[in-house]
């Protein structure tokens, strides 16, 4: 078998032995890390200790999520490739990926989480180039030192146990988005001034009130 063909054969492997199972550990890991990051680079930023989750219950940044997941699975084809080859496609990988949650966040919530419009080299405030520069070395991070340790944890917990934690996980995060999604869109009803209309708006309005709202989602801001 030729250089060329070993090395195919090697990349599709680790494609074929991601599995799902580790695909979803590494989309929570990166939801609760990205969380911890966001919230601690407030602190240090601005002194004060503020929401930066994506759903009403649990410390996760669904961005940071679909992003891990996302240099995962494109940058496994990239393992044995120079560092600078990692860093452009993670710095592209990366971008598209900020631009599109920044997108659908606002077709969806019509909302913004962040915006980038005063810092140089921006498109539409949803990437610049500072923070696309900082997936690119992310990336480079990902392949040599993050997704082999990744490896050795999932090898670690019995097949069994891990896809009783993946069903747990994927049932408690299907629920949040749901529950999310439908109090963010009975909040901007009630902004619209429409009165609920049946039990499950009542609910809504009963316990996920604006303010509760604006303090989970404290760095959200309303797009017109």
Known sequence: MSVKGVTSLKHGLAIKNIGFNKLVAVFAACCVVGFIAETAWCYFKNGYIESRKSLVYGPLSVAYGMGGVLLTLVLYHFADCKWYTVFWVSF????????????????????????????????????????????????????????????????????????????????????????????????????????PRNSVEIYLDKHFTDERMHKIYANSKKVE
């Open 92 to 195: 592209l990988v990366g971008s598209v990926a900020e631009y599109i949650c920044s997108l659908g966040q606002e077709i969806v919530f019509g909302s913004v989480a962040w915006d980038y419009s005063h810092l140089p080299l921006n498109i539409n405030g949803r990437v610049c180039l500072l923070y696309s520069l900082f997936w690119g070395a992310l990336g480079v991070l990902w392949v040599k030192a993050v997704m082999p340790l990744t490896d050795k944890l999932c090898n670690m917990i019995p097949e069994n146990v891990g896809t009783v934690l993946v069903i747990l996980f994927c049932a408690f995060f299907v629920y949040d988005s749901v529950l999310s999604a439908a109090a963010a869109t009975r909040m901007n009803r009630r902004d619209a001034g429409a009165a």
